[in-house]
Nanobody, 114 residues
Framework: QVQLVESGGGLVQPGGSLRLSCTAS????????MGWYRQAPGNQRELVAY???????IYADSVKGRFTISRDNAKNTVYLQMNSLKPEDTAVYYC????????WGQGTQVTVSS
């Protein structure tokens, strides 16, 4: 059974940092492009970053230079290091991969507030 489990969210002040993790099970993790998405209240879910099987990373313009996506295939885990956080980064963050279906984790809440 395929499962994605995110962790690492929380409350942080503007300018702070968080590191999100997403651990996958039930898949050959190294074969898949992995992505991080986020959804703020009242907004559509949007792509934050994705990382290829060769660890090439693509970022949304809104997070470029502040966020870093990485993967550890030995641990079946994808990470999102988030620095210089802003209030507008507040959202539920989800990891994702696509096979014959689209798979999502349960999400982890990130709140950036003073």
């Amino acid at each position: 059974q395929v499962q994605l489990v995110e962790s690492g969210g929380g409350l942080v002040q503007p300018g702070g940092s968080l590191r999100l993790s997403c651990t996958a099970s039930g898949i050959s993790f190294s074969y898949y492009v992995m992505g991080w998405y986020r959804q703020a209240p009242g907004n559509q879910r949007e792509l934050v970053a994705y990382i290829s099987t060769e660890s090439l990373a693509i970022y949304a313009d809104s997070v470029k230079g502040r966020f870093t996506i990485s993967r550890d295939n030995a641990k079946n885990t994808v990470y999102l290091q988030m620095n210089s956080l802003k209030p507008e980064d507040t959202a539920v963050y989800y990891c994702n991969f696509n096979a014959r279906s689209s798979y999502w984790g349960q999400g982890t809440q990130v709140t950036v507030s003073s």
